[in-house]
């Protein structure tokens, strides 16, 4: 039996992601959670009823009723009352809402969502809050599922909204079994900006995991907190592998400018997973000097280097690398071509686009969709026929790779497209749709986003939800503004 989550608002706006992702107070019967997380699932409580500028009007007894047992918790009861209403009562708009409401509470989001149509009939506007808490629903009720891939979708989803008031449940998956997990919640806490308030983050710094610990060190090092300095001076000295270069440029972020000169040197090493790792950082920390070696290094011998060379140039974002990505635009690895495409798109100098084009007829399919994304990114709406094409491919990952490429559009002629990757057969393509929603800088995605909401992949349900929560915060603050 699931159990239903609770959250709180103020000024008729959702508390960040504490609020968020309180949608269930227990994820599965079958699943214990700690306890500090049921603590914390059970502090917020879920806003009954949202502002509305329309008349008051007397509530109806359903209503009454609903609103009595929701109040009092008995959630199962409202959803029964509304699915079956005494004889000679149909129930009204905001005795639904306390049905759905009700579901969210119990951790249930696709039935809550079955019931979101009734209340927007008859060209009823959205209710962006009853909308957040749906999304955030389909998110946190996921956060212990038994599959791997699910964990990693739902805490992805945290990460990318990066919001406040999660510590709880961010630091419970800092616990998960899988490395991929524990390094999405770490990276979670780091873009919320709790990195400094977690304890539990600073004892990551030791998980067995290279990757978690990597991602521990970007966050805690971000936030500058000092008291990790001795750690990675450690690893600093004992680790000849990445990690190493990560933890120097931990050094570098607190005020250590001395270890510049080590990430510097690393890229010269022979591992050449430490010399991407060192080109990395330095397009990261856009160092003047850096800019010199991120050049040089596209003509390193490993095509895998060259290509987080060509990328570091696109991160480091200086006019000056547009000579190397040129270069690097005719390196005979497609990966390295493919790469140098996007960065010279994120450099967003619009003569580039007469260097980028005739990328559009390369031999390799992804090169394309660089091209594609490269001059989306710089205003040419030429390419949605290029873009259409290879939303069409019979390879699901070229279809995929559209997709995440049509997130740079500008142009609502790019919204069908991806209306229809979020359609097809398979589920990656839907996925990458899903995923582009969040990042797409255009106007009305709302409703692109709920139809993610109903697929049959839960991956993609909680991919959904998680663009449509960045939708909707984008439109709060357009509003603010």
């Known amino acids: 039996m699931h159990r239903p989550p609770r959250a709180r608002r103020t000024n008729g706006s959702m508390i960040g992601e504490r609020s968020s992702s309180t949608r269930a107070r227990c994820f599965s019967s079958a699943v214990a959670l700690p306890a500090g997380l049921l603590f914390f699932l059970w502090m917020c409580p879920v806003p009954a009823e949202a502002a509305t500028s329309s008349p008051k009007t007397s509530p109806t007894s359903l209503e009454r009723e609903a609103k009595a047992l929701y109040e009092t918790a008995n959630y199962s009861r409202v959803v029964d009352l509304i699915q079956h209403p005494p004889a000679g009562q149909e ?3 905001k005795a639904i809402r306390y049905a759905v409401l009700s579901y969210v509470k119990m951790g249930k989001p696709e039935e809550a969502w079955k019931q979101y149509p009734k209340l927007t009939s008859g060209d009823r506007p959205d209710d962006p809050a009853l909308l957040r808490e749906i999304a955030r629903s389909f998110i946190v009720s996921r956060v212990r ?5 699910i964990r990693i979708a739902a805490y992805t989803a945290l990460a990318e909204m990066g919001e406040r ?16 997990v524990r390094a999405r919640a770490a990276e979670a806490i780091g873009r919320s900006g709790l990195a400094g308030r977690s304890a539990a983050l600073t004892r990551a710094l030791r998980d067995e995991a290279p990757g978690v610990r990597i991602a521990a060190i970007d966050a805690l090092s971000e936030a500058k907190v000092a008291g990790i300095a001795d750690r990675l001076t450690e690893i600093a000295r004992v680790d000849e592998g990445p990690e190493s270069v990560f933890a120097f440029a931990g050094l570098y972020k607190l005020g250590r400018a001395d270890v510049l000169t080590d990430i510097s040197s690393a890229v010269t090493l022979p591992d050449p997973e430490v010399r991407m790792a060192a080109l990395g950082v330095l397009g990261r920390l856009r160092r003047p000097a850096s800019l010199t070696i991120l050049s040089q290094a596209v003509y390193d011998p490993h095509p895998a280097v060259r290509a987080f060379a060509a990328g570091a140039l696109g991160e480091f974002g200086s006019v000056e690398g547009i000579a190397p990505l040129t270069h690097a635009l005719g390196d005979e690895n497609p990966r390295v071509r493919s790469v140098a ?8 100098v619009v003569e580039s686009r007469s260097v980028i084009q005739p990328l559009l007829r390369d031999s390799d399919e992804h090169v394309r969709i660089s091209a594609v994304e490269a ?31 049509l997130a740079f559009a500008t142009t609502s002629n790019t919204l069908p497209i991806l209306e229809n990757l979020l359609r097809d057969q398979q589920p990656l393509p839907r996925l990458m749709a899903a995923r582009a929603l969040g990042k797409s800088p255009l106007k009305s995605l709302i409703p692109a986003a709920k139809i993610g909401l109903q697929d049959s992949d839960a991956a993609v349900r909680i991919t959904s939800a998680g663009s449509l929560l960045r939708i909707l915060s984008r439109k709060d603050t357009s509003r603010a503004h």
Not at 145 to 149: K, L, V
Not at 341 to 348: E, F, K, N, P
């Open 91 to 93: 129930p009204d708009a």
């Open 145 to 149: 599922d038994p599959q791997e891939h």
């Open 165 to 180: 008031d999660t510590l709880p449940l961010l630091e419970d998956g800092l616990l998960d079994s899988s490395a991929l």
């Open 341 to 348: 495409a996007s960065s010279l798109g994120r450099l967003g």
């Open 375 to 405: 001059l989306l990114r710089l205003g040419d709406t030429g390419v949605i026929l290029n873009a259409a094409a290879l939303a069409r491919h019979p390879d699901p990952s070229i279809r995929g790779d559209t997709a995440h490429a």
